[in-house]
């Protein structure tokens, strides 16, 4: 499983950073996926990439906004959230998933969900 961390409270137009790693195993090959969901909706995509890719794909609400990036040392990989907005409150999960980019945004493509991490923007 994938842990996801560093979600918190920010303030609208504040920042945060938030890390998924996966304990004892590499990242390769996969995709890794980062997804939001609030209560009493379907789980929505936010970001994802290849771990041997450069070429992240982000959903329209993010772009612009949200980078995700790697840390090959540490196994990890990041999503830092910029100029963010109360609607960005959710709760973020990572995954993995094997699957094709045009399948990158579904959901159900991807497997190993973690713990998710609380982020809360205020307005």
């Known amino acids: 499983q994938l842990q996801a961390s560093g979600g918190g409270l920010v303030q609208a137009g504040g920042s945060l950073r938030l890390s998924c790693a996966r304990s004892?195993?590499?990242?390769?090959?996969?995709?890794i996926g980062w997804f939001r969901q609030t209560p009493g909706k379907e789980r929505e995509f936010v970001a994802a990439?290849?771990?041997?890719?450069?070429?992240?794909y982000y959903a329209d609400t993010v772009k612009g906004r949200f980078t995700i990036s790697k840390d090959s040392a540490r196994d990890t990989v990041y999503l830092q959230m910029n100029s963010l907005k109360p609607e960005d409150t959710a709760v973020y999960y990572c995954?993995?998933?094997?699957?094709?980019?045009?399948?990158?945004?579904?959901?159900?493509?991807?497997?190993?969900w973690g713990q998710g991490t609380l982020v809360t923007v205020s307005s």
């Open positions: 990439n290849r771990w041997s890719s450069t070429s992240p």
């Open positions: 995954a993995l998933s094997r699957v094709v980019r045009s399948s990158w945004d579904d959901s159900k493509e991807y497997y190993s």
């Open positions: 004892g195993l590499s990242f390769t090959n996969y995709v």
